[in-house]
Nanobody, 125 residues
Framework: QVQLVESGGGLVQAGGSLRLSCAAS????????MGWFRQAPGKEREFVAS????????YYGDSVKDRFTISRDNAKGTVYLQMDSLKPEDTAVYYC??????????????????WGQGTQVTVSS
């Protein structure tokens, strides 16, 4: 069982930055891939970014490429999502998730076994 706790969401103006954190329980954090997804009201859950267990492989959704950066600190059991140049269309609930057998390029929600509770990000224009 893996438990995930996200933090760092909030309200920011367009063009601003936020950093989300996701702390994971368990002693095998470095063995599994992690991902970030987001879901806006009335829309499907959207892939944002993923990272392999070692951190050597990262992958991004087209809508956030070159603006967002995923990273992880295996010693702290935490994955981060640095979000820069935020746009109003980035407004959503952001979720982190664990893929026990993923490669770090996993984009489908059904490839992830554990999910956090989500944190709200609101970008005002």
């Amino acid at each position: 069982q893996v438990q995930l706790v996200e933090s760092g969401g909030g309200l920011v103006q367009a063009g601003g930055s936020l950093r989300l954190s996701c702390a994971a329980s368990g002693r095998t954090f470095s063995t599994y891939a992690m991902g970030w997804f987001r879901q806006a009201p009335g829309k499907e859950r959207e892939f944002v970014a993923s990272i392999s267990g070692s951190g050597g492989t990262t992958y991004y959704g087209d809508s956030v490429k070159d603006r967002f950066t995923i990273s992880r600190d295996n010693a702290k059991g935490t994955v981060y999502l640095q979000m820069d140049s935020l746009k109003p269309e980035d407004t959503a609930v952001y979720y982190c998730a664990v893929s026990l057998y993923g490669s770090g390029r996993n984009t489908r929600p059904d490839e992830y076994e554990y999910w956090g509770q989500g944190t709200q990000v609101t970008v005002s224009s």
